[in-house]
């Protein structure tokens, strides 16, 4: 039972590069969500979405696109990477309104 | 304010103590409440749910206080594997916004 799969699990960028991170659930959930954390702060929602074909900002989405053309998959592109965005980035997803959510691994991203 | 607060810590408690946390929140609209454990920067994962006034798991309670807007997390008889980073979140309809964390550290 995979629940919540994000790829890649680590990757370092240079400034300006883009790049995708994958978050994949299979556990037929309707809403996905992106987080980063950065040292001594807490998770920060960038985006999220609440079923297949929809996505909406978060608490700091600048910098940050998001698709989710399959329930399954809500994919996070960076298009100009900068040295702000380095972080940890977790995928989470969840079944139903006010019910809890499911983490990912987590994607360990730095950026130079 | 902040849609979730809560005291960073750290609380440094001996083993076998009780430490209670607190989380506030803004939106009284919010109907259900969970609190997550957190280590080392590793995936969070649920411990409890709050949906009413409380509940209890072994060594944990969690209180839910509408009228003050603020849940509670107690541990008893804490451990030494209980150190750990306790995030709460409030959902506002379809978003989760999470609390900053509260580190606590359990010392032998």
């Known amino acids: 039972n995979a629940g919540v799969t994000q790829t890649p699990k680590f990757r370092v960028l240079k400034t300006g590069q883009s790049m995708t991170l994958l978050c994949a659930q299979d556990?037929?959930?309707?809403?996905m969500y992106w987080y980063r954390q950065d040292p001594g702060m807490g998770l920060r929602l960038i985006h999220y979405?609440?079923?297949?074909?929809?996505?909406a900002k978060g608490e700091v989405p600048d910098g940050y696109n998001v698709s989710r053309l399959k329930k399954q998959n809500f994919l996070l592109g960076l298009e100009s990477a900068a040295p702000s965005q380095t972080s940890v980035y977790f995928c989470?997803?969840?079944?139903?309104?006010?019910?809890?959510?499911?983490f990912g691994n987590g994607t360990r991203l730095t950026v130079t | 304010r902040k849609e979730v607060e809560q005291d960073p810590g750290p609380f440094n408690v001996p083993e076998g103590a009780t430490v209670a946390f607190n989380c506030t929140y803004s939106?009284?609209?919010?109907?259900?409440f969970f609190w997550y454990r957190q280590d080392c920067r590793k995936e969070p994962k649920l411990l409890m749910s709050?949906?009413?006034s409380g509940n209890e798991d072994g060594r944990f309670t969690a209180q839910l206080n509408r009228a003050s807007q603020y849940i509670s997390l107690l541990i008893r008889d804490s451990k030494l594997s209980d150190s750990a980073t306790y995030l709460c979140v409030a959902p506002e309809t379809y978003k989760y916004i999470f609390g900053t964390g509260t580190r606590l550290k359990v010392l032998a």
């Open positions: 979405s609440v079923g297949e074909g929809t996505t």
């Open positions: 556990m037929n959930h309707e809403y």
């Open positions: 709050v949906y009413s």
């Open positions: 939106n009284s609209a919010s109907q259900s």
């Open positions: 989470a997803s969840g079944g139903q309104y006010n019910s809890p959510l499911h």
